[in-house]
């Protein structure tokens, strides 16, 4: 791994295998990529479109699967079923995601209230993954950043090969800024890169967070879907070269990748392709990109319906050479707390 480097935040039905393929087409995407998860449990097999994306992985840079659940057996055997690929870079526990459905069954955030099981899991999960990377994507705490000592002594306990701190607890979920000292203990306290996750947006929140925890690399997940230029642009800056701007034909050509990918993805492993039901679906993206790109192409992109009329609409604002703006609005539900990181 280059230092820093770069990393794609896991995110559920939009890190897959369509979104990867346009990543590469759009600045080559990240240093390396974390799956988004594959959940376990006693009847559990590997999704397979969560596998395809790994066996086909475009990138040409390492993936590692990550898993989600509370059972060490479990959790064994589908470590296991993933590392006869070899694929597979390595395993990533999830131990962070908020949904109430899953922090109630103690497994991703819901296990940050029990250290102890936190240690068992990782003592096997280690073990399974042998000379494979083993890493870990945690928050700061469930509740409180100030459980986050102990949790750094639970994981210096174990071989992990990177710790990712999405920087607030499970109860701040997603629109709070980030806690960048508790990332920065996590530095101190761990002898493996640390990465440091959260609101980087841009070069210059991602430089910013990096200076204040001083973290081996970055990873980002919403930035990544307003921006897929993201990581060339940082890894431009580390390198001290310019960084190349983007334009608002670019975004255009960027979400007309996506829809082709998007397609084609979905008449392989499904079968089938709704043109009206995919306008729906590129909207969990477009949510994204458009925020901050004007009212009148927010208001009226929620109301598209059709592949004709959704398109017409993105040319009629992005096919030009301005510039695509810096930041994104801090108002919006989508990115927050992000301009803490520049003060
Ligand atoms: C739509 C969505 C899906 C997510 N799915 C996952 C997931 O499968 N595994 C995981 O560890 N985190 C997941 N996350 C959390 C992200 O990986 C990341 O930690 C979080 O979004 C903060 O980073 P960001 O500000 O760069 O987006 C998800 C986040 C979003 C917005």
């Known amino acids: ?53 790994i066996l086909r992985n475009p990138t040409g840079r390492p993936v590692i699967a990550q898993l989600i659940g509370q059972d060490a057996g479990e959790m064994r055997r589908t470590a296991g079923e993933l590392l006869n690929y070899e694929e597979v870079a390595g395993i990533d526990i999830n131990l962070g995601c908020p949904a109430p459905v899953v ?138 070269e310019e960084v190349a701007e983007v334009r608002k034909r670019d975004l255009l050509r960027y979400l007309t990748l996506l829809w082709e990918e998007t397609a084609r993805a979905r008449l392989e492993f499904k079968k089938d392709f709704d043109p009206g039901k995919h306008v729906q679906k590129m909207k969990r993206y477009l949510n994204y990109v458009v925020s901050g790109l004007g009212e009148d192409l927010e208001y009226r992109m929620k109301r598209c319906r059709e592949q004709g009329e959704l398109f017409a609409l993105l040319r009629d604002h992005l096919d030009n050479e301005e510039l695509m703006p810096a930041l994104p609005p801090e108002r919006s539900k989508l990115f927050c707390g992000f301009s803490r990181l520049l003060e």
């Open 1 to 53: 791994m280059p230092r820093p480097f770069t990393v794609l935040a896991p995110m559920q039905e939009v890190t897959d295998l369509p979104f990867w393929r346009t990543l590469a087409q759009c600045g080559g995407g990240a240093d390396l990529a974390i799956t988004e998860y594959f959940r376990v449990h006693i009847h559990s097999t590997l999704e397979k479109h969560i596998l395809a994306s």
């Open 103 to 240: 922090c109630s069954k103690q497994a991703g955030g819901g296990l940050l209230r029990d250290r102890n099981k936190i240690d068992d899991l990782l003592g096997h999960l280690r073990e399974v993954c042998g000379s494979r990377w083993f890493t870990v994507k945690t928050r700061v705490g469930f509740a409180s950043e100030s459980e986050f000592e102990e949790l750094l002594a639970v994981f210096s306990r174990h071989q992990i090969d990177m710790l990712s701190v999405h920087g607030r607890t499970v109860k701040e979920r997603y629109q709070t800024p980030v806690h960048t000292g508790a990332v920065r203990r996590a530095v101190e306290a761990l002898s493996c890169p640390v990465v440091a996750n959260g609101n980087v947006v841009d070069v210059a929140t991602g430089r910013a967070y990096l200076e204040k925890t001083g973290a081996a690399g970055l990873m980002v997940g919403r930035g990544a879907i307003r921006n897929p230029w993201i990581f060339s642009q940082l890894r431009q800056s580390f390198a001290g």
